[in-house]
């Protein structure tokens, strides 16, 4: 795997599985550095920490600093954004958000604004025309900032695309992760292009889903886990290209040298690199891994890393 290098850019290390606690219960101990440990080994070499809210984009920032190859977002879930309105003071949360922001581009920690953006499965946690406002609201720290944004979209593609549209100035580039959706969805956001659309194994379930991820060309593609979630299952379509496999314990027979039954991790975004090259047919994987590494460092990590991707790309003359 050595030479396969992949960033993650979705991992949700504020998450308390990896300190060890399923539904309130504690199971094993914190165990982010063994998880470290197999992703390093497993050939990825950055790893972009998920804020949602104000206090965990605080704790994202908090671990990213904790190793050089951590990095973190700042922002606002959608199902989050009654946050504003409750805290009392909208604009004084903003700011909030913008001195943490702010705080985290000074230690090279910050990489993007989010995650943000619009979810209508879930608005039960917080109404559409509130999530619709404060996504408008995070271009304006995308903007501030400079800072490509980090983006979430289920099942609003419209009003997504619209409110993209209209803000369309106001951001760099971004990602819209965790991509779930149909092949009008990926062209809509295809048709942005200044967009990139992050695939992990919730994106890899059905046979119509490989489809879609098969007309995403390799150039506006990124890889993630999204972990401890959305890991690729036994019943996913796309278990049939995956050739890495690590051992696997239980969570009540912890062993800090397995990964945990159920838990997703940064090291297993290698599975979700060889289901993308098995769905596109593509036979050289490393190759593959250099082109999508090569977009992340564009658009996350472009004054230090873009060198080296390049370097990296130059060492294969495949085309893919």
Known sequence: MASTRMIDIAVNFTDSMFRGIYNGKQYH???????LSRAWSAGVDRIIVTGGSLDESKEALAIAETDARL????GVHPTRCKEFDDSGDPEKHFEALISLAKAGVEKGKVVAIGECGLDYDRLSFCPSEIQKKYFEKQFELAWAMKLPMFLHMRAAAEDFCHILE???????????HSFTGSAEDRDRLLSFNNLFIGVNGCSLKTAENLDVVKGIPVE???????????????????ISYVKSLWPSKKKEKYDPDSTVKGRNEPCLVRQVLEVVAGCKGIADVDQLSKKIYHNTCRVFF?????????????????TI
């Open 166 to 176: 209209q803000n369309n100035h106001r951001f760099c580039s971004g990602v819209a």
């Open 71 to 74: 990095f973190c977002t700042v």
């Open 220 to 238: 506006r593609m990124m890889i993630e886990t999204d972990s401890p979630y959305c890991e690729i299952k036994n019943t996913h379509a796309g």
């Open 29 to 35: 101990v914190a165990d982010i550095p063994a998880v």
């Open 302 to 318: 472009p004054h230090d890393l873009d060198s080296t991707a390049d370097a990296l790309l130059a060492g294969g003359n495949d």
